[in-house]
């Protein structure tokens, strides 16, 4: 489903090299909700769209980290597949602010946090190029099976319920990025 809505039940699968990513959060939503059941906890359920910015781990394995520690080391870019599959970024201080948000309310069904700013893989190399200055190259690399083709938050509902609405922009964020993982880098040259 595109772009994604909380009721959608989602359709993933269970056996994959991914799946244990997918059914993890699956089946942590269950157990969430069968708390709040059965001991009444108090809980929240969020669903966070793919997040970045500073403090990252240098070496986490998504794209946002890689394609600009990639360019900062005049690395090669590794673009997996041709690039033309989507997401939508969140820096993390929108995030933060979403999940406050949500603590604060009354709201306990699951609820998207993101950014509905879509982008393709290779835009976003493009622009980590452009931001850092670097003129390293894009090269492709396999997509990894059960990689979705695009991924794009519905935020309706957090609008509604939180009013919640991102604030930062893709290359500003990318920006700062960058400045944090620049200074790591200087002051790791070796890592
Ligand atoms: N990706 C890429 N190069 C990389 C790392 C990731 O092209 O060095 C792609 C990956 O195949 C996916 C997208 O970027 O299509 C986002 O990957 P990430 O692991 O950051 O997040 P997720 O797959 O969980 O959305």
Redesign the pocket.
């Known amino acids: 489903m595109h772009p994604q809505l909380e009721s959608y039940w989602g359709n993933v699968n269970p056996i994959g090299v991914?799946s244990c990513?997918d059914e993890g959060k699956r089946a942590a939503e269950t157990l969430v909700m069968d708390y709040r059941r059965q001991y009444g906890t108090d809980t929240r359920v969020v669903r966070i769209f793919?997040t970045y910015g500073p403090r990252m781990a240098e070496n986490d394995?998504?794209?946002?980290?890689?394609?600009i520690v990639?360019a900062l080391r005049g690395k090669d870019?590794?673009?997996?597949?041709d690039?033309s599959?989507t997401?939508s970024f969140c820096y993390v201080d929108d995030l933060v602010r979403g999940i406050i948000s949500l603590m604060a309310s009354e709201y306990y069904m699951p609820i998207n946090i993101g950014n509905d700013g879509e982008y393709t893989?290779l835009e976003?190399?493009q622009m980590v190029l452009e931001l850092t200055g670097k003129n390293s190259k894009i090269i492709h690399?396999p997509?990894?099976s059960d990689?979705?083709?695009k991924?794009r938050p519905d935020l309706t509902l957090a609008r509604k319920e939180l009013k919640y609405i991102p604030a930062m922009p893709v290359r500003e964020g990318l920006a700062k990025t960058i400045e944090y993982f620049s200074q790591v880098i200087q002051t790791h040259p070796q890592s």
């Open positions: 991914r990513y793919n394995g998504r794209v946002v980290s890689n394609f990639q870019l590794t673009v997996y597949g690039g599959q997401r893989v976003l190399a690399k997509l990894p990689d979705p083709c991924r």
